[in-house]
């Protein structure tokens, strides 16, 4: 599934609902602002000033069609990022483009960070031999959840994860948990807060009673110690850190009057 594609998965009455809530929460009341920027017509530089992976590019230009300004995009969304390098370009009324600065840049910044943990989290386990599937949970934030989702979606290796999502899945506590819950026609078997040491044995033994069912490991898992949790019988490793923990990348967006935009600074 290319970008476009990806994009289609946006249920366009949700993100143009999504989009105006940002804004009215961003600007509630009178936009003072407006009065020193004007409404004369302007354009803006996109700067990412710190390496990671592009997401949220449907955000983002819903937030500046709803103002009556156009995106145009120098990089493709999912690209690797290389500080400092000019990822967009918007124009459109200057009180406009600064309504929606703060609300894009959030958002994009947000997305990117997941979508750059989410990558770094399939690196570590590619790095550790391991091919199955790295997954987010749950632990989403309540409205912003959308966002947080599409940036998993955005890495094409942890992408997969998402057809599990539509399975039956039970979490199990014990071997036995694990085993009644197959016998019951379970597809998938979460063993949740398990050690490494008490995982592995444990999927051996239900997987070879049970070779069709997809087992998952999640609980405590990081960055730093995923590659303990990665072994032959795990399929699937979700990381609540992706959504919960995942530093957000830096941008920018600098208007600017002439044809050349400058470069900013990183400090």
Request: aromatic share 6%.
């Amino acid at each position: 599934m290319d970008a476009e594609g990806l994009a289609l998965l946006l249920p366009p009455v949700t993100l143009a609902a999504l989009v105006d809530s940002w804004l009215r929460e961003d600007c509630p009341g009178l936009n003072y602002a407006a009065l020193v920027s004007g409404a004369g017509p302007s354009q803006a530089a996109l700067w990412a000033k710190s390496p990671g992976v592009l997401a949220g590019q449907p955000f983002f230009d819903a937030i500046f069609t709803q103002l009556n300004c156009q995106v145009s995009w120098f990089l493709p969304e999912g690209s690797k990022l290389v500080p400092v390098a000019r990822v967009a370009e918007v124009r459109g009324p200057a009180h406009c483009l600064l309504l929606g600065e703060r609300v894009a840049l959030n958002t994009l910044a947000r997305c990117s960070g997941i979508a750059s943990a989410a990558a770094a989290a399939v690196e570590a386990a590619r790095g550790a031999g391991w091919t199955g599937h790295v997954a987010g949970t749950r632990k989403t934030t309540p409205g912003f959840r959308l966002v947080e989702k599409y940036g998993l979606l955005a890495v094409r290796a942890a992408r997969q994860a998402a057809d599990f999502t539509l399975k039956v899945e039970v979490e199990c506590s014990s071997l036995q948990e694990a085993v009644q819950a197959a016998e019951a026609g379970a597809d998938l078997v979460l063993l949740d807060n398990f050690k490494p040491e008490e995982l592995h044995p444990t999927a051996t033994v239900l997987k070879a009673q049970f070779p069709s069912v997809a087992v998952e490991a999640s609980g405590g898992i990081t960055l730093d110690n995923l590659p303990q949790f990665c072994g032959p019988h795990i399929d699937v490793i979700s990381m609540g850190m992706l959504t919960q923990a995942a530093p957000a990348l830096d941008f920018s967006l600098k208007l600017f009057a002439k044809e050349v935009a400058p470069v900013p600074k990183i400090h």
